[in-house]
């Protein structure tokens, strides 16, 4: 931090002179742009030292009303500034996304900015036509901005574009907005202490009636789906359930006007206070037994404390059982094909109920992991174990020896909760009817399309060739939800056609080619499918 030490001595000449009417004067002649210095309501004060590097996980991001600043707390508690002043005017509502972008919304002019990593600062949009006094934001579960106050909830995208999401009855003099990770439920809560859920679909209930909660400044979810709110009047911490109980987790000294709250990775409160004294605001922590200790405190950084928001350093995943049971053990599929069935048992051990993906692949004798066989489907499970009856395919074409079949829950295709696997073999020998597929069918799991035994896809495709790289043998699988005519060739990046697998009709079905490739030399190969309407392609690599 840099001072100018001949302001100083002027400063202090001036006070040992004229008192404190000379100093009030010197405060308003102070140069507030002067490094080190700003003029907020209750005062000049002092800007704690630049920010060091850049924003990382683990960090909380906090508003200013007063100074115009959004600053930085470390873990440890250090205090960083990292802007401050135009085009910040007025912070109040604040968010992190998953880049450790920090998005604020501006009281004075409605002007939502967005600042990067390092503190460059940028204009995303303005919902002045929406409301006259942004009280929150947060982020939605397709990664969209929504905005809250006034009487209306809006959608800001991240290419700035501005939507309504409700405007009006019920809502009223809202300040603040949590939005479930996974359901996408918006819980809004006003100044009134009333709490209203709204989901996906737009349905609006009144979850917590005025009385329990003052005054309702900032919310956030657990991870049980619990709503934390700060409550600004009633100087305290509240959970509310996802029915609507209200508990207080804690209340009185040193909370003076708890303002907004984050929940960090350990699930412990973080609560700004701004108290109608000077010099007072702070950052608290509290845990969910209800311990309260300091975590940021400054009698010099902070004027008007409102926001605070946490970059997450590592999401939790919903605790999630996956159970597979076969109906016979072991399991061996003859060298022309055939077919297992099982069970597929979920549990969501959560209170609440949560959306997942469910779906299952399998790993062939050389390890080679295929396209998904079962789903992805998107199921909501409510509490408890839920299941399934499902058939799995193996085709005839499939190489002899072990297979590992694994079933997963969580957010497809990367983001695995919980799996299961059981193991099957398939033999050199063995007669019996020609299965020429990998279809799965049985139960549908939420909304999906369940192919039929005989083959039929719902809808054309084209899968990843596998093994990918491969050398020389690869195998380029599709399917034809309908009798087609089907050109399967090969390309070099030249686009010079190196081979032509497939022309002529196709009956309905999924198909698999091998593609042989011990006349080519290693690169890159394309493959592109056309049927009917439908066109395709794919890309592969032969390492030899």
Not at 201 to 225: H, K, N, R
Not at 354 to 369: C, F, H, K, N, R
Not at 514 to 530: C, D, E, H, K, Q
Request: aromatic residues 10%; hydrophobic residues 40%.
């Amino acid at each position: 931090m840099k001072f100018d030490l001949g302001f100083i001595l002027k400063i202090a000449v001036v006070v040992s002179l004229t008192g404190m009417m000379a100093w009030a004067q010197s405060a308003s002649d102070m140069d507030t742009e002067a490094e080190g210095y700003f003029s907020g309501s209750n005062g000049p004060g002092i800007n704690p030292p630049p920010m060091t590097d850049e924003f990382l996980p683990g960090d909380f991001a906090v508003t200013d009303v007063g100074t115009d600043g959004v600053y930085r707390i470390t873990p440890d508690g250090t205090v960083e500034l990292i802007t401050q002043g135009a085009p910040i005017d007025g912070p109040t509502g604040i968010v992190v996304d998953g880049d450790g972008n920090i998005i604020v919304g501006n009281e004075t002019n409605e002007n939502i900015h967005v600042i990067d990593p390092l503190g460059t600062v940028t204009f995303l949009a303005n919902v002045t036509a929406h409301m006259s006094n942004i009280g929150d934001i947060d982020l939605d579960v397709n990664g969209d901005y929504i905005v809250v106050g006034t009487s209306a909830a809006v959608r800001v995208t991240p290419a700035g574009q501005v939507t309504v999401v409700h405007s009006g009855s019920p809502f009223t003099s809202l300040q603040a907005i949590a939005i479930h990770p996974t359901t996408g439920d918006m819980y809004l809560g006003n100044s009134n202490g009333v709490i209203w859920v709204m989901d996906p679909s737009g349905t609006i209930t009144e979850l917590v009636a005025a009385g329990p909660i003052d005054y309702i400044e900032g919310m956030e979810i657990d991870a049980d789906g619990n709503i934390i709110v700060a409550d600004e009047n009633g100087d305290a911490v509240h959970l509310v359930t996802p029915t609507g109980t209200v508990t207080t987790v804690y209340s009185g000294t040193p909370l003076q006007a708890p303002e907004d709250i984050c929940i960090d990775a350990n699930g412990d409160y973080f609560v700004t206070d701004d108290p109608s004294a000077a010099g007072q605001d702070a950052i608290y922590k509290i845990t969910p037994a209800g311990v309260c200790t300091p975590f940021a405190a400054s009698t010099l950084y902070f004027d008007i404390l409102d926001g605070i928001a946490y970059y997450e350093t590592e999401i939790t995943p919903p605790s999630f059982e996956v159970t597979l049971v076969p109906f016979t053990i072991p399991i061996q599929i003859p060298a022309s094909g055939g077919s297992f069935e099982f069970y597929a048992f979920v549990t969501n051990n959560q209170t609440v109920a949560q959306e997942a993906d469910l779906w299952t692949w399998m790993i062939d004798p050389s390890g080679v992991v295929s396209d998904p066989l079962m789903g992805p489907g998107t199921a909501n499970l409510q509490p408890g174990t839920t299941g399934w009856y499902r058939a799995q395919n193996i085709s005839g074409t499939g190489a002899p020896g072990m297979y590992s079949y694994v079933a997963m829950a969580g957010d497809a295709p990367d983001d695995v909760w919980a799996s299961d696997t059981l193991v099957f073999e398939k033999l050199v020998t063995g007669d019996g009817p020609w299965v020429g597929n990998w279809n799965n069918w049985g139960d549908p799991i939420g909304d999906e399309v369940v192919n039929s035994p005989d083959g039929v896809p719902a809808e054309f495709s084209l899968h990843n060739a596998h093994p990918n790289p491969f050398n020389p043998t690869t195998a380029i699988s599709y399917q034809l939800s309908a009798i087609s005519f089907v050109n399967l060739s090969v390309y070099d990046l030249s686009g010079r056609k190196v081979t032509e697998l497939v022309d002529g009709w196709q009956e309905a079905g999924s198909h698999e080619v091998i593609f042989n490739a011990s006349n080519l030399a290693s690169g890159i190969y394309l493959y592109r499918l056309n049927a009917g309407s439908f066109n395709a392609s794919g890309k592969m690599i032969l390492m030899k």
